[in-house]
Each structure stands twice: as structure tokens, then as C-alpha cells.
């Protein structure tokens, strides 16, 4: 059975005559004709009761007839949602990213992406950077922001900016007169991290070796944003990524120290399936991060 033989089933229910049917579904009479008694003959049933000057649906015909018009429906629906696939920019992206970056970039990402594609509203998943390689491989996610390094087989990383790492201490802090401190110097204070299993804090214990010491007192949070609330109270300090740290993230009862030169940093970027079908998402995905406004980082873009 074919979708045309559906359509001329319904257009025959619906005139009520070979011939009115034929012309609405613009064939010769015989031709509908034909194809309807062969698809009643792949049924083996009757859907129709053909007398003189009249035809009619048989009780099953009227079953037959209906589920036609529905699938009809639902082919119409498949053809549709096929058109607005053409378009790259039409529909939802469903994008990950982790933790440490969501927050502070998504808000200014998205207002810049309405201007690029104004038609592609984010379906955002934040999470770890080990569930996000997953959710990218099962085909859970479009495209993911991460940290690099980030190697995956099948998928394509593009730089998008770095961001620094900066020394946070509470107003009041020996360390706050410093100008500069270097990686070796965040040590022996109560120091305050992340919970295993975050990249950003595994980047910390790479890029401050001393942290890691046994004299070095570590206490736990579990978002940049309580670790920062946690610094403001005076419980400790910490490193974080510039972002977390300006306008709005900033405190008055935060010190901000920068790292000595070569300042420990991370860098973002943009991570997808090789042979993603929107490619065209992903160019408006970097024309979003080429014109935001990233005054605490380095485009790379």
C-alpha cells in the first residue's frame, strides 16, 4: 500500500464518485479505479459498495478510509518538519556546558546569539565534562562548551577564548597588598577547591603544584559560586577563572590578586560530532562568541 493509494481511497469516501475523485487527485478515472481495487485485493477486504450511480464506503472501508486520512496527516506533518530542517537556524540547539563556564557565559551568549539566529533558542544541559563526553557521543547534546584538552574520537574542538586564573582572598588578607602572586605562593593557608571530578579544579592542582602539599589545608565547595561566597566570608582562598569575578560575579569583600607572568589559564572551546547535519548552528555558535563583549578574556576566534 502507497500514500497515493491513501489519497485516492479518502478523495473517493469524500466525492462519492470515480470520476469527481479522479479529477481531484488529477488521474484518469481508470487509473483510480485500478489502484483501489488493488489495494482492496493486498487487503482482502472490500472498501467500497459499488452500485448503479452510487459509491460507498463499506463499515471497514470507513476504518480503512479514516486511518488513511491520519497517516496522510502524518506524512504531511514528516514533509513539514523536512522543510524546516533546511533551514540550519530554525530550531532548538541543544547545547551542554560545564559548570564553571555556564553561569557566566550563557547569559551574555544568548543575547548575542538572538541577534545571529534569532530563531534558534538554546536547550541548555549543564554538567560535568565526563557526563557531557557521554550525552555528545550518545547524541544527547548538539555541541558542548568545555575546557581543553578535550579528545574524543569522532568530534571536532574549536578554540573559543582564554580565560585566566586569578588569586581571591577576603578583604583583610596578608595577601591583599600583593600586586602579582606567583602559582608556588598558594600554599599553606586554607585553601578552597572544587569537589573531585571538576576539571576547572583538577586545572587548579596542575597549575599550583603546592596546593596538593600536606601542609596545605583544603576545604571543599561545591560551585564556583559558593567558593566565592566562602572567600567573602573569610573562610579561606581560592583560585578562579576571571569571569567568575567580574561585574556582576564581584564582591566588595573579595581582593582579586592576578597571577605573575605566564598567568595560569584555561582555554575554552566549542567541541561537536564529526558530521553534525547544522553546521551552519555551529558558524552561529562562533559568530555569538566572536561579538560578545569578553573584556576578562582572549578570543582566539
Known sequence: MTLTEFRYIVALAQEGNFSRAAERCAVSQPSLSVAI??????????LFERGKGFVSPTAVGLRVVEQA???????????????QGRNQLDG???????????????????????????????????NMTANLAEMLTRNEVDVVI????????????RPLYDEAFKVVVP????????????????????????????CFRDQVLGACPQVS??????????????????????LGVSVLPDGALTHPYSSDLISVIPFSEPQPSRRVALAWRIGFVRPKAIDALLAAVKGLQLEAYRLLL
Open 37 to 46: 481495487a488493488r489495494l482492496e485485493e493486498e487487503l482482502g477486504v472490500l
Open 69 to 83: 486520512r491520519l497517516a496522510l496527516h502524518e506524512a504531511e506533518r514528516v514533509r513539514q518538519i523536512a522543510l
Open 92 to 126: 532548538p540547539l541543544r547545547l551542554g556546558v560545564i559548570h564553571t563556564i555556564g553561569p557566566y557565559l550563557l547569559p551574555r551568549l544568548i543575547t548575542s546569539l538572538k541577534r545571529v539566529a534569532p530563531d534558534m533558542p538554546l536547550a541548555i544541559e549543564e
Open 146 to 157: 568545555i575546557a581543553l584538552p578535550f579528545d574524543m574520537p569522532g568530534v571536532v574542538t
Open 171 to 198: 578583604k583583610g588578607h596578608s595577601w591583599e597588598g600583593k600586586a602579582t602572586i606567583s602559582p608556588e605562593e598558594v600554599a599553606g593557608d586554607e585553601i578552597l577547591l572544587l569537589k573531585a571530578g571538576n
Open 213 to 234: 602539599s600536606p601542609d596545605t589545608d583544603i576545604r571543599l565547595g561545591h560551585s564556583i559560586g559558593t567558593i566565592r561566597c566562602m572567600v567573602a566570608s573569610g
